[in-house]
């Protein structure tokens, strides 16, 4: 009996099922034609709704939508420069500065003289900081105003300027000692057989340490170095000697005066000459310039290299070193440390101030 219940209500389903159907069918039929009708503008007309099928309207369509928009943006007054619609203008504001600097705009003054502007624009470093000059965002020992002088990249750890650029000067060391010609056996003209006498003075720990020469002839190459001992020990030859007539510049009077040729030949000063008066106020002070020098990089300050004067050294610093570019040549009137260089065909030259005195 249930199932024949349930066969009944499917059919009685299906029958409503086809006369809301046919309904339907009737409905859309009788309306046929009326669109236009129902979708009046007002005032008159229709939208006119596009066939679908129409490629050419579609084609035109896409190809508007594909075309490049160019928003044209702002530009600054003076310098016509165009401003970034989305990114916005880089200002800054220096402290006791009400006014905001424009970075971009080379007519502002400075933030961090003499690096301008534009260049923390141009390699994306913050010049927000007092010392921005001074840090190093690529960590390669060199810091942003090393680099800006370099003209080198400021975030790559494998650009950076010559080392001679990180080279200081800790101290210089001075060694002072005085070569006199005290003494000879000539008796008015000069001989072959006359014989010479020198005196070499130094204070080494505070007391005067002094050395004397035997009496010699000089042109004698090795046979007529000086010292074979002290501080002056096998450096300096005695090349010959010569006498001149002159006119004491006290007395007025016409002297006649003895004067020696010394040749350095065992030091970093070797071939420089000396030039000695006879008489004991007539010595020659000589000074002797160690550098004590080292890199002010990362990784390089605590190795310091003790350079004679006129010896030459590499960077980094080996003794070793099959090239030796650099040389300390000597000590200028203002105390500063000469370090000299060929670069492009040209000799270059660093004046080094010392960290403190000796």
């Not at 004590?292 to 070793?320: C, H």
Request: proline share 7%.
């Amino acid at each position: 009996m249930a199932a024949n219940i349930s066969a009944s209500y499917d059919k009685i389903i299906l029958v409503l099922a086809i006369v809301i159907a046919l309904g339907l069918g009737a409905t859309v039929f009788l309306n046929a034609g009326k669109i236009e009708e129902e979708f009046k503008v007002p005032g008159g007309g229709n939208y006119g709704v596009p066939k679908m099928g129409s490629t050419d309207r579609f084609k035109a369509v896409t190809a508007k939508i594909g075309t490049p928009v160019t928003l044209a943006g702002p530009i600054t007054d003076e310098t016509k420069r165009p401003i970034n619609n989305f990114v916005g203008t880089p200002l800054f504001l220096k402290a006791g500065n009400a006014e905001a600097i424009d970075l971009g705009d080379v007519t502002y003054p400075a933030v961090h003289p003499p690096i301008p502007n534009k260049w923390w624009l141009e390699n994306r470093i913050d010049p927000g900081h007092s010392d921005s000059p001074g840090r190093d965002p690529d960590s390669d020992g060199f810091t942003n105003l090393d680099e800006f002088k370099g003209k080198t990249n400021p975030n790559d750890a494998t650009s950076f300027p010559s080392l001679i650029a990180k080279l200081e000067c800790a101290v210089l060391e001075k060694r002072l000692f005085k070569l006199t010609y005290s003494s000879d056996t000539s008796a008015g003209t000069l001989k072959p057989t006359d014989t010479y006498k020198f005196k070499y003075e130094e204070m080494i720990g505070g007391r005067r340490k002094s050395t004397s020469s035997d009496y010699m002839t000089p042109g004698k190459g090795a046979a007529s170095n000086l010292f074979n001992e002290g501080g002056g020990q096998l450096r300096y030859e005695f090349k010959s000697v010569e006498q001149r007539t002159e006119v004491n510049p006290k007395t007025k009077i016409q002297e006649t005066s003895n004067y020696a040729r010394l040749e350095d030949v065992g030091s970093p000063k070797k071939g420089i000459q000396i030039e000695l008066k006879k008489g004991t106020r007539n010595g020659v002070i000589i000074t002797d310039y160690t550098a004590v020098l080292f890199l002010n990089a990362v990784g390089e300050a605590d190795k310091q290299a003790k350079i004679p004067e006129r010896s030459s050294f590499s960077l980094p610093f080996d003794p070793n070193a099959a090239k030796k570019p650099y040389t300390f040549t000597g000590v200028n009137g203002s105390g500063q440390a000469l370090i000299e260089w060929q670069e492009g065909g040209e000799t270059k030259t660093r004046e080094l101030t010392p960290n403190s005195q000796p």
